[in-house]
């Protein structure tokens, strides 16, 4: 297990659509658990593979009830909406207020390539259409309503 390098907003590949995952092999194993140990050690609750600059279709997400793999998700419905500020870890230092679905229902394969499907609300959801997005070159900034703002230093 390895930490990747996160690629940042201008990178070329975050607004490339990702290709769909057709096997597990021992190079897409590596990649999750190395998508977790990333996404941890730089405090994301959700990290998509471009974030690390692979074009695949696999999402891994902890947002505290359990980390989740998602390969080649796809959303299923949305209901209500929710606004809030939103961060990415390929968009460091910086935050925005925008509107998601309240509700999402989400089928993907985990990392057996056994489909199951995955309800979140509230922040759950959040990030699931928030990674989902990535996976099709889509950023939050692309969302944001008004400007992005400066994150505030944590006080400890």
């Known amino acids: 297990m390895a930490l990747r390098n996160v690629r940042i907003l201008g990178d070329e590949i975050l607004r490339k659509k990702a290709k769909e995952v057709t096997e597990i092999t021992p190079r897409i194993e590596e990649l999750i658990d190395d998508m977790f140990d990333t996404m941890y050690e730089t405090n994301g609750v959700g990290l998509a593979a471009p974030q690390v600059g692979i074009r695949k279709r696999i999402v891994v997400i902890d947002c505290g009830d359990q980390p989740l793999v998602l ?86």
Do not use: W
């Open 71 to 156: 390969i080649n998700p796809v959303i299923l419905e949305t209901k209500g909406e929710q606004t809030g500020n939103e961060g990415c870890l390929s968009v460091p230092g910086k935050v925005g207020i925008v509107t998601r679905p309240q509700y999402a229902r989400v089928k993907a394969l985990n990392e057996n390539m056994e489909e199951y499907i995955i309800e979140g609300e509230d922040l759950l959801a959040r990030c699931l259409c928030h990674e989902i997005d990535h996976l099709d070159g889509i950023m939050y900034v692309d969302k944001v309503e008004g400007e992005l703002m400066e994150v505030e230093p944590d006080e400890d």
